[in-house]
């Protein structure tokens, strides 16, 4: 730099506290927003242009892209399923004798359509700006499309019209409840094995069914790959540029090839919501009592140790907008003893309604336990408490008691698998209308519209599809 001369500057020179100013206001810093000043503020802001999902996508849906579409015509659809060809009289006779009569089983049954739906909204100017990820109206209609498939995608296994205090919910019924419920392999806390799949398959094929597909949480499927590694079941080849593991595409058995079908929406049994998953959702239950046990169809010699054990409860309220708070910890510990367990006792339970109801009733509740324990100590933590029954309200009265029995079917914190036929003539989704846009009237500067859905899953062949619940995870 060029030295002061005269009260000025001589060249390009300039003094050092120039410099340091005129550095300072070139520097880009990383200020944002509407308060940048200096170079900050001619500094062009970069936004990737490339949208990050950090959520699921199209490829994680598996169960609406392999099950059987057909189209429904009616709000109220009608099948008739055949049990029996006859019975089971001799079909040999003598010379010139007449057969004796013989008719099929055939049960008419109907299932009513259901319907899903999202509104989405653009506005206006959100329209006629350059927005960083495309059009927006595309973006809204993509998103409302997954967000249905994901409800659509869950419900197909978890589904249950019952749920409702009065005439049919509005979810229909998904694979737990449209499967025999005689159709069932209770693994009781432990990981799933290959004697499992291949007698869940056996069971199947024993009731005239073909089954081709297994679907289980990826959980699941992990711990049963991990359960080939000692026991080198299946021969490994030599490491190819450094690859070691495996991975299990299909199970073969007796009864046939059946493909696996990893899906991520089928999840561990829930804990409670930590608050009210809806404004629309009702008051939290005012409580959840146990009495003492008794009976004998209860089974609570499975997932708990030998001995006295102890578990607690809480419960929430639900209705189709969404789920309430759960209620607190409700006072001491259910204790049963291993008598109670050998005469094979239940727990009933008595659930209370709120004082005051509000606008929004409930229509069926969660029940949520905790693992029985050896220790007579309540969890305080939601965390601690798993979803063992859902079961419809018998009162939407303030005060209003509902009485259910815990027989242990569901163990908390476990996982359900599916194995069946995934064929039309025993699995079908029958669409009124397939996924579809509509827009609604403008009536303001935004666009909007919904994305709707009309149909109903349904099975003809109940005992060719079968579940495997209860499953446990392996230690790790």
């Not at 046939?256 to 629309?280: C, D, L, Y």
Request: net charge negative; glycine share 10%; aromatic share 8%.
């Amino acid at each position: 730099m060029n030295t002061s001369q005269a009260g000025g500057y001589s060249g390009f020179g300039v003094a050092q506290n120039e410099v340091q100013d005129l550095s300072k206001a070139l520097e880009a810093g990383y200020q944002v927003g509407s308060g940048k000043t200096g170079g900050s503020a001619l500094r062009v802001e970069s936004l990737d242009a490339a949208l990050k999902v950090t959520t699921y996508t199209s490829s994680h849906i598996k169960f609406w892209k392999k099950i059987p579409k057909t189209p429904a015509y009616s709000t109220v659809e009608e099948y008739n399923e055949t049990s029996s060809y006859g019975g089971s009289g001799g079909a040999f006779l003598g010379e010139g004798e007449t057969p004796q009569s013989t008719d099929a089983s055939v049960i008419r049954r109907m299932k009513q359509v259901k319907y899903l739906g999202t509104l989405r909204e653009v506005t206006h100017p959100a329209m006629v700006v350059h927005p960083a990820h495309g059009d927006l109206v595309a973006f809204q209609a993509q998103t409302g499309i997954l967000w249905l498939l994901n409800t659509v995608e869950t419900n197909l296994f978890t589904g249950d019209s019952s749920l409702a205090f009065a005439g049919e919910a509005k979810q229909w019924d998904g694979l737990d409840n449209l499967i025999d419920p005689t159709s069932v392999i209770d693994l009781e806390g432990n990981s799933m094995q290959e004697a499992d799949v291949e007698e869940a398959t056996n069971t199947i094929l024993e009731n005239y069914g073909f089954a081709d597909n297994i679907f289980s949480a990826p959980r699941v499927m992990s711990d049963f790959v991990k359960t080939l590694y000692p026991r080198q079941r299946v021969e490994m080849p030599a490491p190819v540029n450094g690859r070691v593991g495996m991975s299990v595409s299909s199970f073969g058995t007796q009864a046939g090839e059946i493909e696996s079908n990893p899906n991520v929406f089928i999840r561990k049994q829930p804990v409670p919501p930590s608050a009210a998953t809806s404004a629309n959702a009702p008051a939290s239950p005012a409580s959840i009592a146990d009495g003492a046990t008794t009976g004998t169809t209860g089974d609570h010699t499975k997932g708990s140790p030998a001995g006295t054990t102890y578990f607690n409860y809480v419960v929430t309220a639900c209705n189709h907008f969404g789920e309430s708070a759960p209620t607190a910890v409700q006072g001491g510990t259910v204790d049963i003893t291993q008598a109670n367990k050998v005469t094979g006792h239940y727990v009933p339970l008595t659930i209370t309604n709120p004082g005051t109801i509000g606008a929004f009733p409930p229509e069926y509740f969660r029940i949520y336990r905790s693992v029985a324990s050896t220790t007579n100590t309540v969890p305080a933590a939601m965390s601690s408490y798993s979803l063992v029954m859902q079961v419809p309200t018998s009162s939407q009265t303030a005060s209003g008691t509902t009485v259910v029995n815990d027989v242990n079917l569901q163990l908390p914190f476990t996982y359900t698998a599916y194995v069946g036929e995934m064929t039309p003539s025993v699995l079908s989704f029958r669409q009124l209308y397939p996924l579809m846009k509509m827009d609604l009237a403008v009536t303001g500067p935004s666009l909007r519209f919904l994305m709707l859905l009309y149909g109903v899953p349904l099975m003809f062949a109940t005992k060719k599809w079968l579940r495997l619940i209860n499953i446990g995870e392996m230690a790790r």
